[in-house]
Nanobody, 123 residues
Framework: QVQLVESGGGSVQAGGSLRLSCQPS???????MAWFRQAPGKERDFVAA????????YYADSVKGRFTISRDNVKNTVYLQMNSLTPEDMAVYYC?????????????????WGQGTQVTVSS
């Protein structure tokens, strides 16, 4: 069983930055890691994903150039650095792990999910 613990959410003004962290426990940290987000009344959307080696990274068009996903396999942690935040980025952010691969964009590609961390951006 894998448990994912997210941290780093909070409130920030538009243009500000936050860094989210996700630390899995219970199994080898050897799968794709991803971040999704869900705003009230909307579906859970892909934000970013990274392969086990860190050599492959993918981003939603809406966050390219502003967000950076990275992973530290020594610390067993994945990060999401979020810069130039806008009110449109406000959502609950979820960390996930699983096969990913060519299906990295889909929630169904991930077997384990964290409980989410709230990101609030005020204009």
């Amino acid at each position: 069983q894998v448990q994912l613990v997210e941290s780093g959410g909070g409130s920030v003004q538009a243009g500000g930055s936050l860094r989210l962290s996700c630390q899995p426990s219970g199994r080898t940290f050897s799968s794709y890691m991803a971040w999704f987000r869900q705003a009230p009344g909307k579906e859970r959307d892909f934000v970013a994903a990274v392969s086990w080696s860190g050599g492959s990274r993918y981003y939603a068009d809406s966050v390219k150039g502003r967000f950076t996903i990275s992973r530290d396999n020594v610390k067993n942690t994945v990060y999401l650095q979020m810069n130039s935040l806008t009110p449109e980025d406000m959502a609950v952010y979820y960390c996930a792990t699983g096969y990913g691969g060519q299906y990295y964009y889909y929630t169904s590609a991930y077997s384990y999910w964290g409980q989410g961390t709230q990101v609030t951006v005020s204009s």
